[in-house]
């Protein structure tokens, strides 16, 4: 029997598995050089240029761990734990332990750092470790075992580990071979499990699912249908083996998605390339990596680990006063739900949360310049830790640019009165921080967009490829009157699995000020005209009500009971008397629909409600639970909530669920086109007026000489 390429299947592995990310590895601080593939810290950037990260300090109580720090919380918990020396202690995710809130926001540009402490989440002996390492003082200041359910975040020596023992598998591969597919060509894919009872108790699991790659690099199209493996993660033994009757492989024709390598003629005009200029350059700035500062906007960003991409104290300035006023003190994805709708043995595990159990950092590929971001783009590395404590860097992982697509700020012309030319507009510019993380066959875009008016905008799009289910069946005619439960038929012998995609976001709005908001639904409510006194016989009327308690902000959207969402700072008043505040705008939403009962949504119930307000509190960041990884629900946002603290005039945190469900479709294959969601976090009274009413307009002058091709 053939024997598999470990060599091969290892740098697949690293390019094609779940997490689909490209480290930069870099070498210990005794080399004297650390540095991976990045750009110059000035506008303009070229991707292909390499930046020093040996020798960044932080300079903002919110800046990420450097390399210098991951270094040396390496050091302290070799000193604290010698298994981490041995490698029987793995690292899971590291990041910065931020300072407490208060002290953020009392912080000035000038003043010294707050103690710099990192938090570690590590595995040793099959006990999940939350570990506080405080840089300043060299000491482990603590170490919490099992603090709740589930594991922590996965790493990639896990996923490879459960690969190599499935592939090491003589049962195994013989389900392979008898299949006709050979191990050269074959793609081992180790999928999260979730958690479903106590069987599972004890011991890490993965279940490895097989591809094969044999005529495309689309193997996500291929699937082995009917087989895999499932691996005891820390003995690195198999548990059990799935065969069941093979079912057809799809074809490798029509999955081919690489321009370089297509040759398939498309039918339709040729589109001309499109540049924005800016004859002056980009108008934001970026100051030590992290502060970006824009038009009327102050906020800083950074990659994380686990979330992908922090935005952190965004404040924006007054048109009236010039005052910097606070909106939000943090926003990010909090978590991702992806349930797989396919109640079968080889399926029903299908639930993940990615966040949470492999991380957005880490499956984050480098930006492609000039298709994922614009000229004038500026590009931010992300600074992770190995499983060994070493440090990597993610080159390009995210870009800011300003965006201008034609859109109005505001408008009027007038027409009523009689000889007046007025005819006022603004264009909408704006500012993007965006990246782009590839986890498996989906890969997730998250936008921030802020505008001049004060809106933040939010959107999550997802492109690649279906995760897909084998089929006998090449036609729908083929099916009779049997329609697979699981999904349509997309290819020849290709099921497309209905599934639902939720992302829910931590907003820590701070409305002027941290420890003063509320929560304010604004009901618009009919009402009936009484006979005879009007013409019209209902009309709709706001009323407004103050939430006092968490489940008062267990929120529900429904189209027939319309509300608005208002975090309001009662302290902080307008002229008119209207406290100052945000209101949410939920885009095209959907709810989950399974069952509060059924185990995926238990764990991820986070996506019962649309809408949550909670006391803030700083242990509650993430809205599946600080250790997700068949984790059994006990540590969510639904528990929070469920405490019912009081939220009427506190420190708050919002949390908004996005989500759509997927019915797929065959324009959705090989690699589906981009579908988007979004919300906005708008100003409620909390400028005087508009913002932005004496904004300059564009003028024929102020820009570059650039005349149409041909005009109409």
């Known amino acids: ?79 604290h734990e010698p298994d981490f020396g041995s490698g029987s202690a793995t690292i899971h995710s590291m990041a910065l332990d931020e300072p407490d809130k208060t002290r953020v926001v009392r912080w000035k540009k000038g003043n010294r750092l707050p103690s710099r402490r990192a938090e570690v989440l590590a595995l040793s002996g099959g006990q999940s470790h939350v570990i506080i390492v405080d840089l300043d003082s060299g000491r482990v200041v603590s170490d919490v075992v099992n603090p709740t359910s589930g594991y922590p975040i996965l790493t990639m020596d896990d996923l490879i580990a459960a690969s190599q023992v499935a592939l090491q598998s003589i049962e195994f591969n013989r389900s392979v071979e008898a299949r006709g597919v050979k191990l050269s060509d074959l793609v081992a894919l180790p999928t999260f499990t979730g958690w479903y009872g106590p069987e599972e108790e ?63 003629p498309v039918h339709m005009d040729r589109i001309n390339p499109i540049s924005i200029e800016q004859p002056d350059g980009p ?34 300035r007054d048109s009236n006063t010039g005052e910097p006023r606070s909106v939000m003190y943090k926003g990010f994805p909090s978590e991702l739900f992806v349930p797989y709708m396919d109640p079968e ?14 991380g957005l950092g880490p499956a ?231 069952d509060h009962d059924d185990p995926p949504q238990i764990r991820a119930a986070f996506s019962n409600n649309q809408i949550w307000v909670t006391r803030y509190n700083r242990s509650e960041q993430f809205a599946g639970g600080v250790l997700v990884y068949q984790s059994h629900g006990d540590d969510t946002l639904q528990v929070w909530s469920d405490r019912d603290r009081s939220i009427e005039n506190k420190d708050i945190v919002l949390w908004y669920t996005l989500g759509f469900h997927h019915i797929p479709c065959q324009e959705d294959y090989p690699v589906m086109p981009t579908v988007a969601a979004s919300f906005e976090l708008k100003p409620a009274n909390f400028f005087e007026s508009n913002p932005v009413i004496g904004v300059a307009p564009f003028l024929e002058k102020d820009l570059p000489v650039c005349r149409p091709f041909a005009s109409s």
């Open 1 to 79: 029997m053939a024997e598999p390429s470990f060599t091969r299947l290892s740098a697949l592995f690293f390019g094609l598995l779940l997490v689909l990310a490209t480290y930069s590895w870099i070498p210990g601080l005794h080399s004297g050089f650390l540095s991976g593939t990045g750009v110059r810290k000035t506008l303009g950037p070229d991707p292909k240029l390499r930046v020093d990260h040996s020798s960044a300090k932080p300079h903002h109580p919110l800046d990420p761990l450097t390399v210098r720090e991951i270094e040396r919380v390496r050091t302290i918990l070799f000193d």
């Open 202 to 264: 004890g011991r890490r699991i993965l279940k490895v699912q097989c591809f094969t790659s044999q005529d495309t690099p689309n193997y996500f199209m291929r699937p082995i249908e009917g087989l895999y493996a499932t691996v005891d993660m820390d003995k690195l033994e198999i548990i059990k083996i799935v065969d069941k009757s093979p079912v057809p492989i799809p074809k490798a024709a029509g999955t081919e998605y690489r321009y370089s390598v297509l040759n398939k």
């Open 283 to 316: 108008s934001f700035q970026v100051e030590n990596g992290h502060l970006v500062k824009w038009a009327n906007w102050v906020f800083h960003v950074k990659a994380d680990h686990r979330a992908g991409m922090i935005i952190s104290q965004a404040t924006v």
């Open 345 to 358: 043995e080889l399926w029903y595990y299908k639930t993940y949360l990615d966040a949470g159990e492999i």
């Open 364 to 594: 984050a590929m480098p930006l492609v310049p000039l298709n994922d971001c614009p000229r004038n783009a500026y590009y931010i590395d992300g600074v992770f830790a190995s499983p060994d404590g070493k440090a990597i860097v993610q080159p390009n992982m995210i870009c800011l640019f300003e965006r201008y697509a034609g859109d109005v700020s505001w408008r009027h012309s007038e027409i009523l009165i009689p000889n007046a030319d007025i005819r006022e507009s603004r264009p909408k510019v704006t500012l993007v921080a965006r990246m782009a993380t590839s986890v498996g066959n989906y890969d997730y875009t998250f936008d921030w967009e802020f505008q001049t008016d004060g809106l933040i905008r939010a959107t999550v799009a997802a492109s690649g490829m279906l995760m897909v289910k084998g089929t006998p069946y090449k036609n729908v005619d083929d099916l009779g009157d049997k329609e697979d439960d699981s999904g349509p038929l997309i290819s020849e012998n290709v099921i497309g699995v209905v599934h639902d995609h939720f992302i829910t976001f931590h907003l820590d709005m701070d409305i002027d000020g941290p420890t003063n908001n509320s929560l304010v639904k604004v009901h618009l409510e009919k009402q009936r005209v009484p006979n005879g006194k009007s013409p019209r016989k209902s009309y709709l009327k706001v009323k407004k009500y103050v939430a006092k308690t968490e489940k008062d902000a267990q929120i529900k959207l429904s189209l027939y009971d319309p509300y608005e969402f208002h975090i309001v700072n009662p302290n902080r008043k307008s002229r008119l008397g209207n406290p100052a505040g945000y209101r949410i705008i939920p885009g095209g939403n959907a709810a989950s629909l399974l």
